[in-house]
């Protein structure tokens, strides 16, 4: 094996260039959520330290409390509603102080979370419990009536009865034996290259995704202040759920995103961490949006979902000169993040989204030919290691075809290692455009677009030509008050690309369609571009 990169030429598998981590015993009964506590029980912060923060009422809730809280909600799932190893509970609410605590009392009595976008029409969500399975469903006021009559009630996190349970101890808990193989949570993927499916991560592979974090966790002379702006129906807010509280953070909450309200939250709870979007991070860049506050406590910006650009990186850098911005690489069936930037020297690596997690594998492997290829060539990139997915419920069809019996993920991404053992994601390979049997990324474009000053947001999706077979279509945002055209658009673009990347065609739109992760829904905006087609 090539210590530089990790890669063996042999077998043509790139290998972890961290050190090993540490799993418990994998037939161990543990779940996930004690796993973590039992991590947070070690850390040298005071139980009185808070946990959670709301950043829009400033409530706050101290580490004593949430173990307090999880005991006792855990022991009133149990009697008063009779909640057993194995079942299924849907979740659809925004996020809220009262969710992690939820997450940590169902996974620690074995109970398979299920968490929903609050904002899905009731035939997805009729899909997803379709899918799931539920017995049971917590919602709020605004999202139960959404939700179907299940085999036991809905519950309201945001009601009176919600706050006895979790304080009013009604009995002794009953120790749950819950198997690390057990499906812990059942998340949906994004849906955007097709129907809606199931995906089923194990308490292990949630052991694992924790474990790597506590094993390269930096040493903060003060506890660390996390502002997450990522919902906690998403696969990153789950695994950010329970590595938080394995490594002693503050968490502070946003019940809803806003650019302005997070800029504020930084100010005023002296958060040291932002974890977002990318459209974030380009959010932050334009006029003077951030002038007025006091950012001097943000110390890094951790951004996943899509990669950005070089020039959105170097214009981050110009402006925010003391913050490490660094980038991840993760999916819902890899339980998150299996690339990642560890400290400031790697975030130097721009473009990169890190190195391998530690005990996993990977290959590039050419879509044409199927063989492995070596650093710096291009191919899909396929991963292998305990946070993989057990599988997609009740679909062998897709697990067959995205799961390998040997165990490698196939993600679907266009991607190239360098010689060094760092990632970089070019795009999706489906998402890919055909010009003239020349292949153009949309992200590449997409970043482009994304460093003029008129242009506030952008996508490129692929448009049906007689001639080139496809061609470059951009969707852009501009600014309030530009006037920005679709020639200069297209001039702006031409004189930095090859030819055969060229934008040919330019629809200025209000808002690009994105997923809570802040992925592009390109299919909605195919839709747009060409009604009648079935691209």
């Given at each position: 094996m090539d210590t530089k990169s990790g890669y063996c030429s042999e077998?043509?598998?790139?290998?972890?260039?961290?050190?090993?981590?540490?799993?418990?015993?994998?037939?161990?009964?543990?779940?996930?959520?004690?796993?973590?506590?039992?991590?947070?029980?070690?850390?040298?912060?005071?139980?009185q330290t808070s946990a959670l923060i709301n950043s829009a009422t400033g409530d706050r809730l101290s580490y004593s409390d949430f173990h307090n809280k999880v005991r006792t909600l855990s022991a009133s799932l149990q009697t008063i509603i009779g909640l057993k190893r194995s079942s299924t509970a849907f979740i659809l609410s925004p996020t809220s102080i009262n969710i992690p605590i939820l997450y940590f009392s169902l996974l620690s009595i074995g109970v398979v979370i299920s968490p929903a976008n609050p904002v899905s029409t009731p035939s997805e969500i009729s899909r997803q419990i379709k899918l799931s399975k539920p017995v049971i469903a917590f919602a709020t006021s605004e999202t139960c009536n959404k939700l179907p009559k299940l085999r036991y009630r809905t519950i309201l996190i945001d009601s009176p009865e919600f706050e006895s349970m979790m304080t009013c101890s009604v009995s002794q808990l009953s120790i749950a034996e819950v198997s690390q193989s057990d499906v812990a949570a059942i998340m949906y993927s994004s849906g955007t290259t097709g129907q809606v499916k199931g995906v089923m991560l194990t308490h292990r592979n949630l052991i694992a995704i924790v474990a790597e974090y506590f094993a390269v966790r930096p040493l903060w002379t003060s506890q660390a202040r996390l502002l997450y702006t990522v919902p906690y129906f998403h696969i990153f807010g789950l695994f950010y759920c329970l590595k938080s509280v394995a490594l002693s953070e503050t968490v502070v909450l946003m019940p809803k995103f806003d650019l302005k309200n997070m800029l504020r939250a930084v100010e005023e709870f002296r958060v040291t961490n932002i974890a977002v979007a990318p459209p974030v991070v380009v959010a932050m860049l334009k006029g003077d949006v951030t002038d007025g506050y006091d950012l001097s406590s943000l110390e890094a910006v951790g951004s996943g979902g899509a990669p950005l650009g070089k020039d959105v990186i170097k214009a981050f850098k110009d402006k925010f000169p003391s913050v490490c911005l660094f980038q991840g690489y993760g999916m819902t069936e890899t339980t998150g993040a299996t690339f990642r930037i560890v400290g400031e020297e790697e975030s130097l690596?721009?473009?990169?989204?890190?190195?391998?997690?530690?005990?996993?594998?990977?290959?590039?492997?050419?879509p044409e030919t199927g063989a492995a290829l070596p650093p710096g060539k291009q191919g899909e990139l396929w991963i292998r290691g305990p946070t993989t997915m057990k599988g997609y419920v009740d679909d062998l069809k897709a697990t067959s075809e995205a799961l390998g019996y040997d165990g490698w993920l196939r993600t679907g991404d266009l991607?190239?290692?360098?010689?060094?053992?760092?990632?970089?994601?070019?795009?999706?390979?489906?998402?890919?455009?055909?010009?003239?049997?020349?292949?153009?990324?949309?992200?590449?474009?997409?970043?482009?677009?994304?460093?003029?000053?008129?242009?506030?947001?952008?996508?490129?999706?692929?448009?049906?030509?007689?001639?080139?077979?496809?061609?470059?279509?951009?969707?852009?945002?501009?600014?309030?008050?530009?006037?920005?055209?679709?020639?200069?658009?297209?001039?702006?673009?031409a004189k930095q690309v090859a030819p055969y990347k060229k934008i040919r065609r330019v629809s200025f739109v209000s808002s690009i369609p994105k997923s809570a992760a802040g992925k592009i829904l390109r299919k909605e905006l195919r839709k747009i571009a060409t009604p009648e087609s079935k691209l």
């Open positions: 077998t043509g598998t790139f290998h972890s260039l961290r050190p090993p981590v540490n799993l418990p015993p994998a037939t161990a009964p543990l779940s996930a959520a004690s796993y973590a506590l039992s991590l947070q029980s070690t850390s040298s912060w005071s139980v690596r721009w473009g990169s989204v890190g190195k391998l997690i530690g005990n996993s594998e990977a290959k590039i492997i050419d991607c190239y290692f360098d010689e060094d053992g760092y990632l970089f994601v070019v795009d999706r390979l489906k998402e890919l455009i055909k010009y003239k049997g020349y292949q153009v990324a949309p992200a590449e474009l997409e970043h482009l677009l994304q460093s003029h000053p008129e242009i506030l947001d952008a996508a490129v999706i692929p448009f049906p030509d007689e001639e080139a077979g496809q061609v470059p279509m951009a969707f852009v945002v501009r600014q309030q008050g530009s006037i920005l055209t679709e020639a200069q658009v297209m001039e702006y673009v």
